[in-house]
């Protein structure tokens, strides 16, 4: 089985709270089938796409590093972001951490993503406002998305995963999820 579910702001991507935080929102709240696991993770504080299955052998095939899978991010950051910025982002070798990143597909969107706002809403800056990035990545790193764009001086104000391979988000509410079949399936692993 394979779920793609539209995890909301604020949801852990796991079953279980952490001890030093009760309450905490998490897979178990929404009614998602309990045998299968999160293929990746998404922070409490982004939101979008979360792939699960109860079959382990998907999670090497959409992980492994050697697989250069593709995601796609609509990012809101903080600022007016320069073509030169974006630049050195698409060249990779952008140091964060240890880490040196791989090249990747950025692009600026004249507008704000179709996207429903977020709970709590997004306080933009006055003075500064802010750009809406989509960011297509073949990697994974944790929270490599945050980092990039603050390497460059632009914080991530919202993040919200809309693709993974060929399979797009689209119209899935946030805390919705459904079990994709063979077609749906085949678009993931393109």
């Not at 998490?26 to 089938?33: D, I, N, Q, R, V």
């Not at 993770?41 to 979360?50: A, I, N, P, T, V």
């Not at 809101?76 to 698409?90: H, N, P, Y």
């Not at 990747?104 to 996207?115: G, N, V």
Request: aromatic share 6%; charged share 25%; net charge negative.
């Amino acid at each position: 089985m394979l779920i793609a579910f539209h995890k909301p702001y604020g949801a852990l991507s796991q079953w279980n709270e952490n001890p030093d935080q009760l309450g905490q929102m998490t897979l178990a709240g929404f009614s998602l089938p309990r045998n299968c696991l999160p293929l990746g993770r998404l922070d409490m504080d982004s939101e979008g796409l979360l792939l699960l299955s109860d079959e382990p052998e998907l999670e090497r095939h959409l992980l492994h590093p050697s697989r250069e899978h593709r995601r796609v991010y609509q990012v809101q950051v903080e600022g007016s972001v320069s073509e030169a910025s974006l630049d050195k982002v698409r060249a990779g070798g952008l140091a964060i951490r240890e880490y040196e990143t791989l090249p990747c597909i950025a692009r600026m969107l004249e507008q704000a993503p179709e996207i429903a706002p977020r709970v709590p809403a997004i306080e933009v800056h006055p003075r500064l406002g802010s750009t809406w990035l989509e960011l297509e990545l073949r990697e994974g790193k944790n929270r490599q998305v945050r980092r990039m764009t603050a390497k460059l001086g632009h914080p991530t104000q919202r993040l919200v995963r809309v693709q993974i391979g060929d399979y797009v988000l689209g119209d899935l509410a946030a805390g919705a999820w459904r079990e994709l079949d063979e077609q749906q399936r085949e678009l993931v692993f393109m």
